[in-house]
C-alpha cells in the first residue's frame, strides 16, 4: 500500500470515471478540477500526452488517461473534466470521462492492489476500495507521473 495511504487513518478522495470503472486519487493531491479547453498539441511527446494548457498563467502538461491506460479513446463529451493535480514540483492535467465524487473512506476499508495478471494499469494501482456496490481503484498519481 502506498506510504501516503499508510500515513492517514482517514482519506478524503477524489473519485472520477473512465470508461465504466471508477478511480480515485487522494484529495491533497488535487489542485482544481476544470472544463476540458483548448490544449497546445506539443511535438515529439508520447501519445497520451495531449499538449498544454495556460490555466491561470501557468503552463500545465495535459495526459488523457485513456491513452495512458490503454483504453479505447473517445471524443470528449459535456461531463469530461481535466483534473489539476500535481506532486511536489509537478503539476498536470488529467483527461477523464467525468468527475463524479467527494467520498471519506477509512484506511481499514482500503485493501492493498489485487495481484491480477495481463492487467496494463496495475502498476498505477495503490489500493481498491469497496464502498456499498462501489468499486473504486485508487490510482498511485507518482507512477503515472513518472515518465513525463
Same mark, same amino acid.
Given at each position: 500500500m502506498s506510504e501516503i495511504i499508510d500515513a492517514v487513518e482517514d482519506l478524503k478522495l477524489i473519485v472520477f470515471q473512465l470508461v465504466d470503472k471508477e478511480y480515485a486519487i487522494p484529495v491533497h493531491q488535487v489542485r482544481s478540477i476544470e472544463k476540458l479547453e483548448h490544449i497546445t498539441r506539443v511535438p515529439r511527446t508520447a501519445s497520451y500526452v495531449k499538449g498544454v494548457i495556460n490555466l491561470r498563467g501557468v503552463v500545465t502538461p495535459i495526459i488523457d488517461l @485513456?491513452? @495512458?491506460?490503454?483504453?479505447?479513446?473517445s471524443e470528449p463529451t459535456d461531463s469530461t473534466r481535466v483534473i489539476i493535480a500535481g506532486l511536489e514540483d509537478k503539476e498536470v492535467g488529467l483527461i477523464v470521462d467525468a468527475a463524479n465524487d467527494v467520498l471519506d473512506v477509512s484506511r481499514e476499508s482500503i485493501e492493498p492492489s489485487p495481484e491480477v495478471v495481463g492487467v496494463v494499469e496495475a502498476e498505477y494501482i495503490g489500493g481498491v476500495v469497496k464502498q456499498n456496490k462501489r468499486l473504486l481503484i485508487i490510482l498511485h498519481l507518482d507512477k503515472i507521473l513518472q515518465s513525463i
Open positions: @485513456r491513452s @495512458r491506460f490503454d483504453l479505447p479513446v
